[in-house]
């Protein structure tokens, strides 16, 4: 099955638009946790059981697992998704962007050593940094668009021939998204930015990040970037749910946070037939 | 010994601009190699032993590690070129690029975990996105402007605001560049691109992939990117040194690559008093 149609699926069979991200930080385990020998895999398959009735797509981020040299718990962690919720997406949260040559070998790690459903790149390199994971057609591509962070305006503000940087980009997507694999990043930080992708890009899936901790704003986010069908939307919280709570109890107190967030989200979603 | 003094030093003390890239592919090592359990740390270790009189770094590429889980390999790779050729440092091409809190994690990864003098780096999310690089006062980080491939020109070349992005990115990084921590990415295939970093971006040491197998110009590269004492650019070559044979004599032919690269570069260099 496609990333796409997978996706679309999803959403209308769990009647959900979020993404539970896996940012897996031992300094904030519970305590009992941080004693065990595997306690990165146990934390996040944790949450992925607690979450998963509340979610359309779980998103590792690579760089907790990079640091903690914890690559085999994340290789484990997406079996394990793959196996007990066959239906929900894994998208590994990367932002690789490197030339041809070199990205067939990202795009190797990402869809053959961690077999991940989709995965989030730079556009800064173009497209032939692009296409080596188009090669992989039942995946997806989510291409950084418009950041979440305050320094996201450095680059993709900037006026371009007559648009802003960001908004070339949705276009260039919706020109290089000749297989139906491409979706766009863009932060729930900017609902602004985020109707005038929406705007762009027509039906295509957009990943956004941004609610929870970082403060996104949850009904702007969702009315700018949902597509007529009250869909098209992919609403990422990290540490508002899994850190939740810091003690024993923290894959229950994810599993409230998690329904609450997938309520609110579809409070602002239009009504589905 | 902080990154761009480190850099300084070899560039003089060894005389030669040249970096050897290391994209171990096993698909292109010998047979004898292919069959050893270690053999992309034997390769790594036998190239870095070949060429290391005639380089002013090595620059591992971390996607030929990741996409055959070889995070040991490149660990080990990296302790073994601290121990044995101490004087020469080592740039991690990672090009990452995410907001703060996730490049803590990366940061973590490239300057502790591996223990790279300098890293590669995207400048798509902005300064808040380097600034947890620089909080390692040692280490360098080389930003991404003009990227050596053809699709390099999709972003990159667009016209901001009376100049191309690349060259705004070159003039953040002189404005982000308080701690003289940073450099610039230009590829050898652009050297007009190269003399227009040079002139925007003062002393700044430059990174500058894409001599041998990409058909960069040696000539116009070097004469375009030197500062006034004939030194301030690390020219990398990978494929065209560490494949320059792909039998048991790998490592000799590597020797004699680095060797004729280093004096190619060399003859168009400022004659230094």
Not at 128 to 156: H, K, M, W
Request: hydrophobic residues 40%.
């Amino acid at each position: 099955m496609k990333f796409d149609a997978m996706l679309k699926a999803r959403w209308g069979a769990a009647d959900t638009l979020l993404c539970v991200g896996l940012d897996p930080d031992p300094a904030r385990f519970s305590e009992r946790l941080q004693h065990s020998p595997d306690s990165i895999y146990q934390f996040c398959t944790s949450i992925v059981d607690a979450t998963a009735d509340f979610v359309c797509a779980f998103k590792p981020q690579i760089a907790y697992f990079a640091s903690a040299g914890a690559e085999d718990a994340l290789q484990r962690l997406i079996v394990y998704v793959r196996a007990t919720h066959p239906a929900i997406p894994v998208i590994l949260d990367a932002k690789r962007g490197d030339m041809a040559s070199t990205a067939q070998h990202y795009a190797r790690e990402v869809f053959e050593r961690y077999d991940a459903h989709a995965v989030t790149l730079s556009p800064y390199l173009g497209f032939d940094s692009i296409e080596p994971y188009l090669a992989y057609p039942d995946r997806g591509v989510f291409l950084l668009c418009r950041t979440s962070n305050a320094g996201g305006d450095d680059l993709q503000m900037l006026q371009v021939e007559g648009e802003r940087l960001y908004e070339r980009v949705a276009r260039l997507a919706v020109e290089w998204n000749r297989s139906g694999q491409l979706g766009l990043v863009v932060g729930a930080t900017y609902p602004r930015e985020l109707a005038r992708v929406r705007a762009l890009a027509g039906e295509m899936p957009l990943l956004v990040p941004g609610i929870g901790a970082q403060g996104g704003d949850v009904e702007g986010s969702v009315k700018a970037g949902q597509t007529a069908d009250g869909a098209g939307i992919v609403v990422n919280s990290s540490r508002a749910i899994i850190y939740a709570s810091g003690n024993g109890d923290f894959a229950e107190a994810a599993r409230h946070a998690a329904q609450k967030a997938r309520d609110e989200i579809n409070r602002y979603r239009f009504a589905t037939a």
